[in-house]
């Protein structure tokens, strides 16, 4: 493969996981939003873990982190502010900007931060990847030694209702995920097996045996409510990997169908943004729980329709940074 070369089904699989989200915020039948929530964020960390960048410098991490955390923040100040200062709502500002929950909290005057909790989570997720890579020497074996303690740490503190700031807690629970991708990269796993047919059929088999027929009670892997254990991480693992091969057909075969998922996919850090102001304020909870696929498909018009909006500023800006510097040049 080439070292550039986008893999265009990884953005199919992240436009079906945005759209495992939506459709998980939208659904109030419990097996259909838990099989959203097994899927979703977990397909987000384990194509995040493939693409991390072992030979990456400090630098260059900390600036990426940087460039993806700033719209976020603001976003949330104004979305924030919206809440105190014309709805009235009883939140703390410094307090809830610190924690950035994805849950109300048991602890006094600290409230969840909704759906853009996921981007100062995912800054927090690499950089501890990273802190481990270098510890182990980007030994492979180390690193799995280390994020396995960690990740049971996190569960542990999970299932204790102990929240850390900035989701912290999660972060070590999701940590296996992120090593997992990086896996698949790192041994060329999916590059030598996404045509095989055996391993996938055995894969899907196995998820929907467990989702179907065994106690749900045992098997949850729902990050943001933090119901987690061990055995859902094993069932959230086999239905990611599921959907990876499923958008690398979708994208083999069905090139009509993989357009809008892939404009999805590659622009999934904005719907995320999108989303967590079009959560708050634009779709009705009554639409929700009357007539989830009309709230679902709403939701998927109204952030493609301010993903499109933010796509054309961003253009126009750069169109006018460019010129700057070729007129500074020509001078």
């Known amino acids: 493969m080439e070292p550039n070369k986008r893999i265009e089904y990884m953005d199919v699989a992240r436009g079906l996981a945005m759209l495992l989200i939506f459709l998980g915020h939208t659904h109030t039948i419990y097996s259909i939003s838990r099989f959203c929530y097994l899927l979703n964020l977990s397909t987000f960390i384990i194509i995040s873990g493939y693409f991390f960048n072992k030979n990456e410098s400090l630098k260059l991490l900390l600036k990426k982190s940087l460039k993806i955390m700033i719209p976020a923040l603001i976003v949330f100040w104004i979305t924030r502010a919206v809440d105190i200062y014309y709805l009235g709502k009883d939140y703390n500002f410094v307090k809830d900007t610190i924690f950035a929950l994805s849950k109300n909290t048991i602890f006094d005057g600290v409230n969840s931060v909704g759906i853009v909790w996921y981007i100062p989570f995912l800054v927090m997720l690499r950089l501890v990847f990273y802190l481990i890579s270098k510890i182990s020497k980007n030994n492979i074996y180390i690193q799995g030694g280390i994020t396995i303690v960690l990740t049971g740490l996190g569960i542990y503190l999970a299932n204790k209702a102990i929240y850390l700031p900035w989701s912290f807690d999660l972060v070590l629970c999701t940590l296996v995920l992120f090593y997992i991708g990086y896996i698949l990269k790192e041994k060329d796993i999916l590059n030598k097996y996404i045509d095989e047919k055996i391993p996938w059929i055995v894969i899907t088999i196995v998820f929907w045996t467990i989702f179907l027929f065994i106690n749900r009670k045992y098997w949850n892997f729902e990050i943001a409510t933090r ?53 708050k304020y634009a779709v009705p909870n009554y639409w929700i729980n009357v007539m989830p696929i009309f709230a679902f498909s709403i939701k998927i018009a109204l952030n493609t329709i301010i993903v499109e909006g933010i796509l054309f500023i961003k253009n126009l800006i750069n169109k006018d940074l460019t010129k700057g510097k070729e007129e500074v040049k020509d001078e």
């Open 227 to 279: 119901r987690i254990n061990p055995f859902g991480l094993f069932l959230s693992v086999s239905g990611c990997l599921m959907l990876i091969k499923v958008s690398y057909l979708i994208e083999k075969y069905l090139g009509i169908i993989s357009k809008p998922i892939k404009f999805i996919g590659k622009n999934s850090y904005w719907y995320f943004l999108s989303h967590s102001v079009e959560s």
